[in-house]
């Protein structure tokens, strides 16, 4: 037996869900709380079934939530409701934190092209089972990611890929028996000026995954600081290193097949990197750990109210514009761009689009006094036989008033 309420009201989908189980229920296997990773509820156990316990649960959960939309409203009109709850959270959040998170992430896109290359120092492996791996530990992401953003996935092998010459390279350790790279490489690691990789190319973000498969005179190859093999390149992509010749390598066996092509198995922690990765890289927020479901659906708030924000403001530049130019024409399209509110980013790319219409952009340089410049010598040669012709009209018309007064 269990009873779920929601935290939302019934109207609309709830932003949590509490589920309490009863007493000695399979559900909870004797834990207190849990969270499922596709689920955007919280099990209570029989163990806290007091309000303030539950209170205490569901405020460690939405705390960050909420203490991410002050960070985003703050020095803006919107920074404190009408309750005050927003102002209480600004002493709390931890500001270095979300300024990593932001300055790492890209800029928020409905669309984003995700390209992974392998590049090999030397002549193999000549192929990877990307397909395969993608398909397992990718794919399931980017399908729950599918309300954020959609997502294109291009692939591509590149052998004889020399370090760039831009970086001292690895040093060789002999107390560990590793290659390591210096912290201060790791953004020039990778070599622009030869390896073909997608630059961001029309609509949406082009993000990077480089897989390098170093020669065996430098493997195994780690980062010095931390004897990783994987970092982030912040509004950029990630990059991972895989050492074929470490002990420490899954693979299946030695054949010459597996040397020339990476199997899904080579790949399967590569591709949990970069999934990893991809998360910081688009502004996942990390918390709450256990739920993937609450993570997107916090990030969805987040991108919903930083839109909102971005369209306040173009739509407030485009009210003032039109009161400082009044003669500005203002074209249908315009009129149906600025009411299109029917969702955060569609209002925001629309009032974007309003704000640049070419019809009203070229008036801002065009003042009245060019107006008169223009229109006088158009207007003056027709002007002036009218004019004339006029007063010729009101003098006849003068004269002849006189003289019907004189006859009378």
């Keep these: 037996m269990k009873e779920a309420q929601p935290i939302l009201p019934a109207h609309g989908d709830p932003a949590l869900t509490v589920v309490l189980h009863a007493a000695g229920s399979p559900d909870t296997n004797g834990v207190t709380s849990r969270l499922e990773p596709g689920e955007s509820a919280l099990h209570l156990g029989s163990g806290l079934r007091q309000a303030g316990e539950i209170a205490d649960q569901i405020r ?14 703050s020095g803006t009109p919107f920074a404190v409701t009408e309750h005050g709850a927003l102002r209480a959270t600004q002493n709390t959040w931890s500001a270095a934190s979300l300024d990593a998170r932001n300055t790492r992430a890209f800029k928020p896109s409905t669309t984003y092209h995700l390209s992974f290359s392998l590049f090999v120092s030397g002549n193999g492996p000549s192929a990877w089972a990307i397909e395969d791996a993608l398909a397992a530990y990718m794919t399931p992401l980017l399908d729950a990611l599918a309300g954020v953003s959609n997502f294109t996935v291009t692939t591509q092998v590149q052998l004889h890929a020399s370090f760039s010459p831009s970086i001292a390279g690895p040093t060789f350790d002999e107390a560990s028996g590793k290659w390591k790279l210096r912290k201060e490489d ?6 622009a000026a030869e390896w073909p990789l997608s630059p961001s190319i029309g609509e949406g973000s082009t993000i990077n995954f480089v897989l390098y498969v ?20 912040p509004q950029w992509g990630g990059v991972a290193i895989l050492n074929l010749d470490e002990p420490t390598t899954p693979r299946k066996s030695t054949t010459d097949t597996d040397r020339t092509t990476l199997s ?12 990893d990765q991809l998360t910081a890289l688009i502004g996942l927020p990390s918390s709450p750990a256990g739920s993937l479901a ?23 530049a485009l009210s003032r514009l039109v009161h400082k130019l009044p003669n500005i024409p203002i074209p249908d399209t315009v009129a149906t761009s600025v009411g299109a509110l029917g969702n955060a980013q569609a209002a925001s790319e629309a009032s974007e689009k309003a704000f640049f219409e070419p019809s009203m952009v070229g008036q801002v340089y065009f003042p009245d ?28 018309w003068y004269r002849g008033m006189r003289e019907k007064v004189k006859r009378t």
């Design 214 to 233: 170093p020669a065996p005179g430098h493997s195994p190859l780690v980062v010095a600081d931390t004897g990783g093999t994987g970092w982030l390149v």
């Design 369 to 396: 006094e060019h107006k008169v410049a223009v229109y006088v010598p158009l207007l003056g040669p027709m002007g002036v036989p009218l004019v004339l012709a006029g007063v010729k009209e009101l003098l006849g």
């Design 60 to 73: 460690e959960i939405t705390s960050p939530q909420q203490e991410a939309l002050a960070y985003l409203l």
């Design 186 to 191: 790791l953004s020039g690691f990778v070599n």
């Design 264 to 275: 899904a198995a080579n790949l399967d922690e590569i591709i949990l990197t970069f999934a």
């Design 294 to 316: 609450l993570r997107i659906a916090a990030l969805q708030r987040e991108r919903a109210t930083a839109l909102l924000l971005s369209t306040a403001s173009t739509l407030g």
